[in-house]
């Protein structure tokens, strides 16, 4: 049997629940496949900007969220002159960004999409020019499942000819920090010759993203807890004053990784982690997937239900999203090139772009718009 649904959602994490919670009440059959009951996990903060905050509060899943906001960014580069700091009165918002658990925002999501969830995992797809089919595993064993459109919203696990793939040669530690002197509400971003050091507030704490060159990152995750503040002070400064303690330390690779269509065969189209893996410089990565979920879902609304996953729904997707995929891509990246390296000409040039936009406050609101809002700079 092959049972048949307007459209099947692959993956359950945020940006997944956000597009099956945002079809809700829309009349459409939505299935939302997701493997497992969300669960907390392992502590891992993320920064949503105030964009991705009005993304969920279009589905009621804001308040109530434990969340920490950013209501100043200090960016500066080590060992050079020039810093810039972009503050949330500039834009008139509540606060530029928030820090929150990845685990307790998939538990507050899951149940706004509840409805849709059927608790398992696409273990193959296959485009269709009327319908598109995907094979599930469950506890009860395969099933095949028919949809007008399919959204792969499971991670970055899907090669083909259409992907794009850099390896920065840098992996990053992250780890909840303390230390002495903690700012409410400021961010800090330090670009060090290694790659960017970001500092969030989380709680009474910071969330640390700490980028090194991936020879490196063996021997500083190696370090006892003294060693491991002793060298982090030294590569972020005094600024906070001492480093006091250090929680669990994890560590990923970083690699750019896209597909360079949002679709990855007739109606079957990719979002977030699918469709892009970014370099967590200026926390980019969740922020877009969420404006992909968002958008696609108020598309998927305003479309005949005849209509989802035609050629011409295709061409609406790729024309809404290319312009903020590919200015976030290439932003993203080109931070990464210009900070993460010890050539003293681009320090000069770093230290001078910092100080200008420091002195021109229409510049940098538009910058800061950037970040929180995508390549329209428009909420």
């Not at 507030?201 to 807890?225: H, K, M």
């Not at 926390?283 to 979920?293: E, K």
Request: net charge positive; aromatic share 6%.
């Amino acid at each position: 049997m092959t049972r048949e649904v307007d459209v099947l959602v692959a993956g359950g994490g945020p940006v997944g629940a956000v597009l099956a919670a945002s079809l809700e009440g829309s009349g459409l059959d939505v299935a939302l496949v997701d493997p497992v009951e969300p669960a907390s996990g392992r502590l891992r903060p993320i920064a949503l900007s105030h964009g991705s905050r009005l993304v969920l509060e279009s589905v009621g899943a804001f308040a109530g969220l434990d969340a920490t906001p950013i209501e100043t960014i200090h960016v500066s580069q080590a060992g050079g002159f020039g810093r810039t700091a972009m503050r949330r009165e500039e834009l008139d918002v509540p606060a530029l960004g928030y820090v929150v658990d990845l685990s307790a925002l998939a538990a507050h999501l899951a149940p706004r999409a509840a409805g849709a969830r059927v608790r398992g995992r696409v273990l193959r797809w296959e485009g269709g020019a009327d319908r598109a089919t995907a094979t599930l595993g469950t506890a009860s064993g395969e099933e095949r499942w028919s949809a007008r459109l399919v959204v792969l919203a499971d991670g970055g696990g899907h090669a083909g000819a259409g992907v794009s793939q850099k390896d920065y040669g840098q992996t990053a530690i992250a780890a909840t920090v303390a230390t002495e002197a903690a700012p409410r509400g400021v961010a800090w971003e330090r670009f060090t010759p290694q790659g960017p050091l970001a500092l969030l507030p989380f709680a009474d704490r910071y969330a640390l993203v700490w980028t090194v060159a991936a020879s490196a990152a063996g021997r500083i995750l190696a370090l006892d807890e003294p060693a491991f503040l002793r060298a982090l002070a030294e590569a972020f400064g005094g600024r906070l004053g001492r480093f006091l303690a250090a929680g669990p330390r994890t560590s990923y690779p970083l690699v750019l990784r896209f597909q360079r269509e949002p679709f990855a065969a007739p109606r079957v189209v990719l979002v977030g982690n699918a469709a892009q893996t970014l370099h967590p410089v200026a926390g980019q990565g969740l922020n877009l997937g969420l404006r992909d979920a968002a958008e696609l879902a108020a598309l998927i609304r305003a479309t005949p239900r005849g209509e989802i996953g035609t050629p011409a729904f295709a061409s609406r997707v790729a024309a809404g999203r290319t312009s903020d995929r590919y200015a976030t891509i290439g932003l993203t990246d080109s931070l990464v090139r210009v900070f993460s390296n010890s050539n003293p000409a681009l320090a000069v040039a770093r230290g001078l772009g910092l100080v200008a936009l420091d002195l021109a406050p229409p510049v940098r609101r538009f910058f800061a718009r950037r970040m929180i809002f995508g390549a329209r700079a428009l909420p």
